[in-house]
T-cell receptor, first 115, second 115 residues
Framework: QQQVKQSPQSLIVQKGGISIINCAYE??????FPWYQQFPGKGPALLIA?????SEKKEGRFTISFNKSAKQFSLHIMDSQPGDSATYFC??????????????FGTGTRLTVIP | DAGVTQSPTHLIKTRGQQVTLRCSPK?????VSWYQQALGQGPQFIFQ???????QRGNFPDRFSGHQFPNYSSELNVNALLLGDSALYLC??????????????FGQGTRLTVV
């Protein structure tokens, strides 16, 4: 059972455009929602993360929008660049209060930014 | 500051053999988690080690075992390898306490191919 559902599976965006990736979850105990960026042959690298007490977090060109009632969150990449071409994973974790730290990952979105 | 380091980077094993993968956590981190990432999929949590004990375990068979050493480094052992064990194995380190839960930093992974 996939605890975090991610879409789309792949995305092609023109340089300068906006890339949007969506994720949904069911477990209301999740209390931390990170996004990871992964290049071929590399491990995932943390891009940006949000906790459910805020609805939006922005860091540079990257923004997370979080809808607690709908149990959905999304990543927006503004002014997308060819260097952003990578696979993006959303994830969720329950554990701030329990000390658990295992992440549940989505299936990934392969982003291609065309020059 | 060295990040999470894993060895070896690539490994080819024959079905039925046993394999050991190694991980050194980021400086200051004391918790190590292992993930399996099949081709085209998101990472799946295998288990987590803290204070030299397995603290959490995902849905993986007993053929997967681990160890954590006093210097916080860790090993992942897989016995009786199956073709389906072919994957990228990722190590992530963090500092985890109730109420304090740092980001998980991933290594570059070990690519295991079972033939």
């Amino acid at each position: 059972q996939q605890q975090v559902k991610q879409s789309p599976q792949s995305l092609i965006v023109q340089k300068g455009g906006i890339s949007i990736i969506n994720c949904a979850y069911e477990n209301t105990a999740f209390d931390y929602f990170p996004w990871y960026q992964q290049f071929p042959g590399k491990g995932p690298a943390l891009l940006i993360a949000i906790r459910p007490d805020v609805s939006e977090k922005k860091e540079g060109r990257f923004t997370i929008s979080f809808n607690k009632s709908a149990k959905q969150f999304s990543l927006h990449i503004m002014d997308s660049q060819p260097g952003d071409s990578a696979t993006y994973f959303c994830a969720a974790r329950e554990g701030y209060q329990t000390g658990a730290n295992n992440l549940f990952f989505g299936t990934g979105t392969r982003l291609t930014v065309i020059p | 500051d060295a990040g999470v380091t894993q060895s070896p980077t690539h490994l080819i094993k024959t079905r039925g053999q046993q394999v050991t993968l190694r991980c050194s956590p980021k400086s200051g981190h004391d918790t190590v988690s292992w993930y399996q990432q099949a081709l085209g999929q998101g990472p799946q949590f295998i288990f987590q080690y803290y204070e030299e004990e397995e603290r959490q375990r995902g849905n993986f068979p007993d053929r997967f075992s681990g160890h954590q050493f006093p210097n916080y480094s860790s090993e992942l052992n897989v016995n009786a390898l199956l073709l389906g064990d072919s994957a990228l194995y990722l190590c992530a380190s963090s500092l985890v306490r109730i109420g304090v839960n740092t980001e998980a930093f991933f290594g570059q992974g070990t690519r295991l191919t079972v033939v």
